[in-house]
Nanobody
Framework: VQLVESGGGLVQAGGSLRLSCAGT????????MAWYRQPPGKQRDLVAT???????NYADSVKGRFTISRDNSKNTVYLQMNSLNPEDTAVYYC??????????????WGLGTQVTVSS
C-alpha cells in the first residue's frame, strides 16, 4: 500500500493549488484521511481531516481558504487551497487509515509534496 501525493508547486501569494493523494495497492477501504504540513525548520502540523462519510475539520489557520474532499471509489483525498500566502509554504503530507482486509487497519503516510508560496 502506498499513498502518493501530487499537485504541489510554486505559486504566487493569493493563488490556488489543488493537492491530490491516491492510495494504491491492496486496499480494502480507507477510513479517516488527512493532510498535514511541515514548514521549514518546524514540526508537522495537522491541516485538515475527513472521515469516510465526508465529515471534515480544519486547522484555524486554513479555515475558509482550504477545502478537503475525497473520492472513495478512487481511494483519493484532495486539498483545494485558495488565497495562499507565504506562511502556507511547507511540505504537505497525506495520511490515511487503511484497511487491508476486514480485520486489519494500518496508518500510512505519503512521501510529501512541496508547496511554495512566493510573496
Amino acid at each position: 500500500v502506498q499513498l502518493v501525493e501530487s499537485g504541489g508547486g510554486l505559486v504566487q501569494a493569493g493563488g490556488s493549488l489543488r493537492l491530490s493523494c491516491a492510495g494504491t495497492g491492496r486496499i480494502f477501504k480507507i477510513n479517516n484521511m488527512a493532510w498535514y504540513r511541515q514548514p521549514p525548520g518546524k514540526q508537522r502540523d495537522l491541516v485538515a481531516t475527513i472521515t469516510r462519510d465526508g465529515s471534515t475539520n480544519y486547522a484555524d489557520s486554513v479555515k475558509g481558504r482550504f477545502t478537503i474532499s475525497r473520492d472513495n471509489s478512487k481511494n483519493t483525498v484532495y486539498l483545494q487551497m485558495n488565497s495562499l500566502n507565504p506562511e502556507d509554504t511547507a511540505v504537505y503530507y497525506c495520511y490515511g487509515e487503511v484497511k487491508v482486509n476486514a480485520n486489519y487497519e494500518f496508518e500510512y503516510w505519503g512521501l510529501g509534496t512541496q508547496v511554495t508560496v512566493s510573496s
